[in-house]
């Protein structure tokens, strides 16, 4: 079995109404697109389910909360055709969580890079770890981060953004990424940062549903036109991931990993 057909996405609802995304990827929680995929429907299967309050969005391990894209499936993209398509799928996941008619929290314990950057955009509300630092590594293999841009500014602000662009092969901290705003809360922990979780989860169960609703099209407003946009954006990526330069430094990185 090849990398990009292994990981797998779990849903989960608890009898509070708590609904539990969690996914897994063995290099280092990666996205290939059949993980994408799966995102978007427990997104869709959560969001529509009358019994689910709030939506937990997680992934395995200790360590790293989401690598972002699988570069093994990038080096197998033949055709810009193919490239959009990839990159496509993390406009779905952004705009199926924009879409979702329920707060999305989601749940970073360790290093997000990339599309896990997007991810941790993409939710409503964000607890961290201590050793959640960040980045944006893509200028550094040819590509930019374009698909999750929009969702990234809207939390972080276009002056941190093009810090966390242009020094793309450097990690932030979390304190850092919490002082921007795409994390809420920062946790010295796994454990204290679960027990904050649940808290807050409960909490959020026991609120108003349509009040709920009323908010999250709030936080959202101004987005409208992104289903389109980050289309768009996935196009250029799709074409730029093709370019010798980008494969020739996927391909050093995943030898130096190997």
Not at 22 to 38: G, K, V
Not at 191 to 210: G, R, T, W
Request: some cysteine.
């Amino acid at each position: 079995m090849s990398l990009t057909e292994k990981g797998s996405v779990a849903l989960t609802i608890s009898q509070t109404g708590i609904a539990t995304i969690s996914f897994y990827h063995p290099a280092q929680n990666s996205l290939p697109s059949r993980l994408l995929d799966q995102l978007v429907e427990k997104i869709d299967l959560a969001g529509n389910d009358p019994q689910t309050k709030a939506i937990l969005m997680k992934s395995e391990g200790d360590r790293t909360f989401c690598a972002g894209a699988s570069f093994d499936e990038l080096l197998q993209i033949k055709t810009k055709e193919q490239g959009a398509a990839f990159f496509a799928g993390f406009a779905r996941v952004i705009n199926a969580c924009r879409k979702s008619p329920k707060i999305i929290i989601a749940r970073v314990q360790g290093k997000a890079v990339g599309g896990g950057v997007g991810l941790a955009a993409a939710a409503d509300y964000c607890l961290a770890t201590e050793f959640a630092s960040i980045k944006l590594s893509e200028l550094a293999i040819g590509i930019g981060p374009f698909v999750i841009s929009p969702a990234v500014i809207r939390k972080i602000g276009l002056p941190a953004f093009s810090q966390l662009t242009i020094r793309a092969s450097d990690f932030q901290t979390a304190q850092w990424a919490k002082e921007k705003g795409l994390y809420n809360e920062v946790y010295k922990d796994i454990a204290e940062m679960d027990v904050a979780l649940d808290a807050l989860a409960q909490k959020l169960a026991s609120y108003h549903p349509e009040a709920l609703n009323g908010l999250k099209q709030i936080l959202w407003e101004g987005t409208a036109d992104w289903d389109e946009l980050l289309n768009q954006r996935a196009a250029v990526s799709g074409e730029l991931v093709l370019s010798e330069f980008t494969q020739q430094a996927l391909r050093a990185f995943l030898t130096e990993k190997r």
